[in-house]
């Protein structure tokens, strides 16, 4: 490895998946404002939110599910819907 070009300023946050609730805690270097609660230690961490993990994606759950965050299907639905007729 190269010297002095990894990080060394990581510290204890939370990873929050928004789409389940789901939290995890784990190191990065990521920077937050928003903190929160860890129930286990009764710490507070900051928090890093994120749209999709391993606990909601379909290639870890095995479920065929489609996480639409941003209505992009019913966008592009009604888009087309409007040329058919």
Do not use: Q
């Amino acid at each position: 490895m190269k010297e002095g070009i990894h990080p060394t300023n990581y510290k204890t946050v939370v990873f929050k998946d928004m789409s389940n609730g789901t939290m995890f805690l784990s190191r990065s270097t990521a920077h937050s404002s928003e903190t929160v609660l860890w129930e286990e230690d009764g710490k507070e961490y900051p928090v890093i939110k994120l749209e999709i993990s391993n606990t909601s994606h379909p290639f870890y759950t095995g479920k065929n599910v489609l996480v639409d965050t941003a209505g992009r299907i019913d966008k592009f639905k009604k888009r087309y819907e409007k040329k058919a007729k």
